[in-house]
Protein backbone atom coordinates (compact mmCIF):
# COMPACT_ATOMS: atom_id res chain seq x y z
CA UNK A 1 0.00 0.00 0.00
CA UNK A 2 2.67 2.52 0.95
CA UNK A 3 4.45 1.27 -2.62
CA UNK A 4 1.25 2.72 -4.21
CA UNK A 5 0.98 5.63 -2.41
CA UNK A 6 3.81 6.85 -2.87
CA UNK A 7 3.86 6.21 -6.56
CA UNK A 8 0.89 8.16 -6.56
CA UNK A 9 2.40 10.95 -4.61
CA UNK A 10 5.47 10.75 -7.88
CA UNK A 11 2.86 11.23 -10.12
CA UNK A 12 1.25 13.84 -8.13
CA UNK A 13 4.73 15.76 -7.67
CA UNK A 14 6.01 15.33 -11.15
CA UNK A 15 2.87 16.82 -13.20
CA UNK A 16 2.63 19.78 -10.60
CA UNK A 17 6.17 20.28 -11.67
CA UNK A 18 6.02 20.16 -15.46
CA UNK A 19 3.02 22.71 -15.19
CA UNK A 20 4.85 25.02 -12.92
CA UNK A 21 8.12 24.80 -15.16
CA UNK A 22 5.76 25.66 -18.35
CA UNK A 23 3.92 28.55 -16.63
CA UNK A 24 7.33 29.65 -15.04
CA UNK A 25 8.79 29.51 -19.17
CA UNK A 26 6.11 31.08 -21.04
CA UNK A 27 5.87 34.05 -17.79
CA UNK A 28 9.07 34.58 -18.67
CA UNK A 29 9.01 34.76 -22.30
CA UNK A 30 6.66 37.28 -22.14
CA UNK A 31 6.64 40.70 -24.57
CA UNK A 32 4.89 43.78 -23.87
CA UNK A 33 1.93 42.64 -25.31
CA UNK A 34 1.19 39.81 -22.37
CA UNK A 35 2.19 36.76 -25.29
CA UNK A 36 4.95 34.42 -24.86
CA UNK A 37 7.61 33.80 -27.58
CA UNK A 38 9.54 31.05 -27.97
CA UNK A 39 11.89 31.65 -31.09
CA UNK A 40 9.17 31.91 -34.35
CA UNK A 41 6.17 30.35 -32.19
CA UNK A 42 3.98 32.72 -30.06
CA UNK A 43 1.12 31.55 -27.61
CA UNK A 44 -2.12 33.93 -27.49
CA UNK A 45 -4.70 32.89 -24.97
CA UNK A 46 -8.26 33.65 -26.71
CA UNK A 47 -9.69 35.54 -24.20
CA UNK A 48 -13.04 36.56 -26.06
CA UNK A 49 -15.00 35.69 -29.41
CA UNK A 50 -14.18 38.86 -31.60
CA UNK A 51 -10.82 36.33 -33.04
CA UNK A 52 -13.03 33.91 -35.09
CA UNK A 53 -12.30 31.06 -35.68
CA UNK A 54 -11.60 30.71 -32.83
CA UNK A 55 -13.28 30.31 -29.18
CA UNK A 56 -13.16 32.24 -26.23
CA UNK A 57 -10.86 29.88 -23.91
CA UNK A 58 -8.43 28.47 -26.86
CA UNK A 59 -5.00 28.43 -26.33
CA UNK A 60 -3.43 29.01 -30.17
CA UNK A 61 0.26 28.44 -31.12
CA UNK A 62 1.06 30.79 -34.29
CA UNK A 63 4.40 30.58 -35.92
CA UNK A 64 5.91 33.61 -37.50
CA UNK A 65 6.67 32.91 -41.66
CA UNK A 66 9.04 34.75 -43.63
CA UNK A 67 7.54 37.84 -45.55
CA UNK A 68 7.22 36.39 -48.48
CA UNK A 69 4.95 33.60 -47.21
CA UNK A 70 2.37 36.27 -46.36
CA UNK A 71 -0.69 36.92 -49.18
CA UNK A 72 -3.67 38.96 -49.93
CA UNK A 73 -6.38 36.25 -48.29
CA UNK A 74 -4.03 35.15 -45.70
CA UNK A 75 -6.02 35.11 -41.65
CA UNK A 76 -3.19 36.23 -39.32
CA UNK A 77 -2.54 37.09 -36.03
CA UNK A 78 -1.03 40.98 -35.61
CA UNK A 79 -0.08 43.53 -33.04
CA UNK A 80 -1.29 47.32 -32.86
CA UNK A 81 0.85 48.89 -31.12
CA UNK A 82 -1.13 52.09 -31.04
CA UNK A 83 -4.41 50.70 -30.82
CA UNK A 84 -6.54 53.18 -29.37
CA UNK A 85 -9.26 50.50 -27.49
CA UNK A 86 -5.94 49.11 -25.68
CA UNK A 87 -6.76 45.53 -27.49
CA UNK A 88 -3.12 44.89 -28.97
CA UNK A 89 -3.27 41.49 -30.30
CA UNK A 90 -5.32 41.07 -33.36
CA UNK A 91 -6.45 38.53 -35.96
CA UNK A 92 -7.74 39.49 -39.67
CA UNK A 93 -7.82 39.20 -43.39
CA UNK A 94 -4.87 40.27 -45.22
CA UNK A 95 -6.30 42.96 -48.21
CA UNK A 96 -3.18 44.07 -49.41
CA UNK A 97 0.50 43.33 -49.45
CA UNK A 98 3.25 46.03 -50.83
CA UNK A 99 6.26 44.95 -51.26
CA UNK A 100 8.85 48.68 -50.54
CA UNK A 101 12.58 48.50 -51.14
CA UNK A 102 14.27 49.80 -48.29
CA UNK A 103 11.58 48.97 -45.66
CA UNK A 104 9.71 46.00 -44.41
CA UNK A 105 6.67 44.91 -46.49
CA UNK A 106 3.20 46.74 -45.38
CA UNK A 107 0.21 45.13 -44.44
CA UNK A 108 -3.34 46.37 -45.02
CA UNK A 109 -6.08 44.54 -43.29
CA UNK A 110 -9.50 45.27 -42.97
CA UNK A 111 -9.50 46.86 -39.90
CA UNK A 112 -8.43 49.40 -41.66
CA UNK A 113 -4.72 48.94 -39.82
CA UNK A 114 -1.65 49.00 -41.76
CA UNK A 115 1.02 46.94 -40.29
CA UNK A 116 4.56 45.83 -41.15
CA UNK A 117 6.31 42.98 -40.84
CA UNK A 118 7.77 43.32 -37.38
CA UNK A 119 4.16 43.70 -35.99
CA UNK A 120 3.46 40.62 -37.74
CA UNK A 121 2.77 37.29 -35.20
CA UNK A 122 1.86 34.64 -37.50
CA UNK A 123 -0.87 33.10 -39.90
CA UNK A 124 -3.99 31.69 -38.60
CA UNK A 125 -4.34 29.22 -40.76
CA UNK A 126 -1.13 26.86 -39.67
CA UNK A 127 -2.05 27.73 -36.11
CA UNK A 128 -1.99 24.51 -33.69
CA UNK A 129 -5.00 25.21 -31.28
CA UNK A 130 -5.46 23.83 -27.65
CA UNK A 131 -9.92 24.40 -26.85
CA UNK A 132 -10.00 25.20 -23.32
CA UNK A 133 -6.66 24.87 -22.14
CA UNK A 134 -6.06 29.02 -22.39
CA UNK A 135 -8.91 29.59 -19.39
CA UNK A 136 -6.44 27.11 -17.21
CA UNK A 137 -3.38 29.14 -18.56
CA UNK A 138 -4.42 32.67 -17.85
CA UNK A 139 -5.64 30.98 -14.47
CA UNK A 140 -2.33 30.01 -13.93
CA UNK A 141 -0.41 32.80 -15.20
CA UNK A 142 -2.33 35.40 -13.39
CA UNK A 143 -0.78 36.76 -10.45
CA UNK A 144 -3.07 34.90 -7.74
CA UNK A 145 -3.07 31.99 -10.01
CA UNK A 146 0.54 31.72 -9.92
CA UNK A 147 0.89 32.34 -6.21
CA UNK A 148 -1.92 29.75 -5.15
CA UNK A 149 -0.71 27.17 -7.74
CA UNK A 150 3.14 27.59 -8.13
CA UNK A 151 4.97 29.48 -5.64
CA UNK A 152 2.84 28.75 -2.35
CA UNK A 153 3.16 24.96 -3.38
CA UNK A 154 6.99 25.26 -3.79
CA UNK A 155 7.57 26.43 -0.49
CA UNK A 156 5.41 23.83 1.56
CA UNK A 157 7.83 22.04 -0.28
CA UNK A 158 11.06 23.44 0.54
CA UNK A 159 9.84 23.57 3.85
CA UNK A 160 8.95 20.39 4.19
CA UNK A 161 11.88 18.76 2.81
CA UNK A 162 13.90 21.05 5.32
CA UNK A 163 11.71 19.59 8.66
CA UNK A 164 12.65 16.18 6.92
CA UNK A 165 16.21 16.55 7.14
CA UNK A 166 16.22 17.98 10.88
CA UNK A 167 13.70 15.44 12.01
CA UNK A 168 16.45 12.78 10.24
CA UNK A 169 18.99 14.26 12.02
CA UNK A 170 17.46 14.54 15.00
CA UNK A 171 17.02 10.37 14.60
CA UNK A 172 20.55 9.98 13.46
CA UNK A 173 22.10 11.54 16.71
CA UNK A 174 19.47 9.49 19.19
CA UNK A 175 20.55 6.49 17.59
Same mark, same amino acid.
Given at each position: ??????????????????? /????? #???????????? %????????????????????????? %?????????????????????????????????????? /?? $?????????????????????????????? $?????????????????????????????? #??? #???????????
Amino acid at each position: MRKILGFIKGIIVSVWALI /AILTT #ILLISYNDYSIS %VLGKYSVILIDDDECKPFNEGDAVI %VKKVSESNYRAGDKAFFYLPNAQDGVFVNIGDIQKVVE /AD $HAEDSYYFDKDAVVGYNDMIGKADGAIVYH $HLGTILSIFESRWGFMFLVILPTIFAIVYE #IYS #IIEEAKNDEED
